[in-house]
């Protein structure tokens, strides 16, 4: 579904969504957690798509650019966006133990930190939220 959206949209934008770039974001959806640059590039090396590191950030800088994958700064690595809503704010929650990503909205938020950047007369182009702890299951286990 993800995928069917990137390809409607590229389509739609004039942009091309390359064979590589199209397995770049399989992999990030097939990964349930945020991968780091080099391990996108290992996987793209095993199918055959070369072993140049800038291949994989050229086709992660563009799924983050075009809205279909995000940059996890706490991690250094990259998720894929389940959100069908383009620009939005999402918060990310960052399992410390297991490094699981979930993507939560924050439409509520987002709102507030644009009248808090308001205020400093600040002109927000990118609102990313990171919440770092422990998800439910290694809460669970922390706690037994
Ligand atoms: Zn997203
Ligand atoms: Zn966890």
């Known amino acids: 579904m993800v995928l069917r959206r990137a390809e409607e949209q590229t389509r739609a934008e004039g942009v091309r969504l390359t064979p590589v770039r199209r397995r770049t974001l399989e992999i990030l959806l097939e990964s349930h957690r945020a991968m780091g640059a080099y391990e996108v590039l290992e996987k793209l090396a095993a199918d055959g798509y070369g ?63 644009q009248d808090l950047a308001a205020r400093s007369e600040f002109t927000p182009e990118r609102i990313t939220v990171e919440l770092l702890g422990l998800c439910a299951r290694c809460s669970a286990e922390a706690a037994a």
């Open 51 to 113: 072993k140049q590191p800038p291949v994989a950030y050229r086709a992660l800088e563009f799924l983050v650019e075009q809205g279909f994958a995000h940059r996890i700064q706490r991690l250094n690595a990259y998720a894929a966006c389940l959100s069908p809503e383009r620009n939005h704010a999402p918060v990310f929650l960052i399992c410390r133990s297991c490094e699981q990503v979930a993507e939560a909205d924050a439409s509520a938020l987002r709102g507030a930190l």
